[in-house]
């Protein structure tokens, strides 16, 4: 209860940010916000079944690209509703086809989906409308993307604690550590799969159409650049994806650093980051948050021991 | 009325036949020891009864109904429970967990403040009162055997498939064991155990089915199945026959 009240408190003087930031500051806070909402919704499926999504990008791409097409004909919060919709057909389709692959499969599969949303749009776009790239022209200011941000990472925090107190996320871990026990026991295994990884990519396709006003100008090598997707595993793996802020809290500081980095050292950027990639997943298996429990446990154990 | 019925049910792995025509009935309420050789097919029978692996070709019915054609999850609806021949604890939960897992998804969930006093009681009847907050993976060999079996049994199993359930066990321990599964035929649930450990089949089987290299030889009294020298031949060879 007390948690509840520190984060609706935190919330609510997040979104006085923009009051007292200027551009850049607030642009920070926006990128942090996107990520913090892509490695949430994607620990919330990723991390009690160990399935290594790498289609993050392919459902942000897709919501800022339907938002690309559709902002000159409907009112925004319908565009909003059809890129959710999308992303839910989409998520409903891929899950169908790979959430029986398992292990390294998936991981390829979801990659490959990424490249193969990124080159059925490219060509579309270059065959059918002869442009490459659009522009979003949207009356939507950075004050109100952060706003939008803040209220899908409340909701989306909402649900990733809502999905660890119930059924469906018992089941999810049930699955993630030994599916034949959790078919044995009862539970079903592709339609639970099936709901949280929609749930996860409705979220990630929202995260993308909320962020296209942004950039003006989108072409796909811009939303559906695969490094994002790398961004987020890194992000949810360094806070520990079994944990309800841990992404969150992930997210914070590995943006911050990426956007130091790429300023800073533009040409070995992409090194840096696949270093700091290995770095984690073997120092860190269960992220900061779970090193510093067990760390905590062993100091204290220390102390009790005469 | 037979509670589970086998007919002609056979399972093959590319060419080799793991299990052929194999036919079997089991009444309500008994507890009959599955035995054979290793390799003579038993925990693959285990696996088509629960689902785990698809027939090849026959039919398994549990009170009349066809479920040979459903997958695990809908048989462990109809009432069958099992524990696996290596433990299969769920390793990142807790014991109480563990038990949690198979109240929440049987066909009459139990979740949440209900659940616990289920959850203390399915562990205090298999002897691990108040281990409920314990990880899984920190449990000894026995008690996660245990904790396996409450799992079993929180899915309210009409019938209990247990494979080598007994083994690996230390004679107090064996003894133990052999006194919880007595309890649990006591309460009228149907046991069909793949066993090595002769004398608890003795002690707990009515009836025995043994099978070698796939097929059922001996279906009978334990008494006079232990006896027949076909049984005796396929596990020890001709010379004692």
């Given at each position: ?30 990128g ?70 398992a ?5 390829i ?35 109100h ?43 079903r ?41 790398f ?20 997210a ?55 | ?79 069958v429970?099992?524990?696996?021949q ?52 920190s ?31 230390n ?9 919880l ?23 707990l ?17 334990t ?15 001709d010379?004692?026959?």
């Amino acid at each position: 209860m007390m948690k509840l009240l520190a984060a609706l408190v935190a919330l609510a003087a997040l979104a006085f940010v923009p009051a007292f930031a200027g551009p850049y500051p607030l642009g920070l806070g926006i990128g942090i916000l996107g990520y913090g909402v892509l490695a949430t919704a994607w620990a919330m499926f990723s991390g009690p079944t160990r399935y290594i999504s790498l289609a993050t990008v392919a459902f942000f791409g897709l919501g800022a690209y339907t938002v690309a097409v559709l902002a000159d004909v409907l009112p925004y919060p319908l565009v909003l509703l059809v890129a959710a919709l999308v992303g839910l057909v989409v998520a409903l389709i891929v899950g169908l086809a790979t959430l029986r692959l398992a292990g390294i499969y998936f991981v390829i599969f979801t990659f490959g989906l990424t490249e193969l949303v990124r080159q059925l749009v490219t060509y579309y776009e270059v065959n059918v409308t002869r442009t490459l790239g659009r522009y979003v022209f949207l009356p939507i200011g950075p004050e109100h993307i952060y706003w939008q941000l803040l209220a899908l990472l409340a909701a989306t925090l909402a649900i990733a604690f809502w999905v660890s107190r119930s059924r469906i996320g018992l089941a999810l871990r049930v699955i993630g550590d030994d599916p034949d026990v959790a078919s044995h026991l009862g539970v079903r295994i592709t339609r639970t799969k099936l709901t949280l990884f929609s749930i996860s990519c409705v979220i990630m396709t929202l995260a993308g159409a909320i962020q296209a006003p942004r950039w003006t100008y989108i072409e796909p090598s811009i939303v559906f650049n695969p490094t994002t997707s790398f961004l987020v595993v890194i992000m949810a793996l360094l806070g520990g994806p079994n944990r309800l802020f841990g992404p969150l809290l992930g997210a914070i500081p590995l943006f911050l650093l990426f956007e130091w980095l790429s300023a800073n050292f533009p040409n070995h950027y992409s090194i840096i980051l696949g270093l700091l990639f290995i770095a984690i997943v073997f120092v860190l298996p269960n992220g900061v948050l779970a090193a510093g429990d067990s760390l905590w446990s062993r100091l204290t154990r220390k102390a009790v021991r005469p | 009325m037979s509670l589970l019925s086998l007919r002609g049910v056979t399972k093959s792995f590319g060419g080799l036949t793991a299990v052929n025509g194999l036919s079997f009935d089991l009444i309500a309420g008994e507890t009959v020891g599955l035995l054979g050789p290793n390799g003579s097919g038993k925990t693959t029978a285990l696996n088509l009864i629960s689902g785990y692996l698809p027939v090849s070709d026959g039919i398994i019915a549990l009170s009349g109904e066809t479920i040979s054609t459903i997958g695990p999850e809908r048989i462990a609806h109809r009432g069958v429970a099992r524990t696996f021949q290596l433990v299969r604890a769920l390793p990142s939960l807790s014991v109480g967990e563990n038990v949690l897992a198979a109240l929440a998804f049987r066909k009459a969930p139990v979740w949440g403040r209900q659940a616990e006093s289920h959850i203390e009681r399915l562990l205090a009847d298999v002897g691990l009162a108040g281990r409920a907050a314990q990880p899984a993976d920190s449990l000894t060999y026995i008690d996660l055997k245990r904790m396996e079996l409450a799992r079993a049994l929180a899915s309210d199993p009409q019938l209990l498939l247990l494979d080598e359930w007994l083994a690996g066990l230390n004679p107090t321990e064996l003894r133990a064991g052999i006194a919880l599964i007595t309890s649990l035929r006591q309460r009228g649930i149907t046991i069909l155990l793949v066993e090595h450990v002769m004398d608890a089949v003795r002690a707990l089987c009515t009836r025995c089915i043994v099978m070698n290299a796939g097929s059922k030889i001996a279906d009978g009294p334990t008494a006079e199945v232990l006896a027949d020298a076909e049984v005796i031949r396929a596990y020890l060879g001709d010379d004692h026959a």
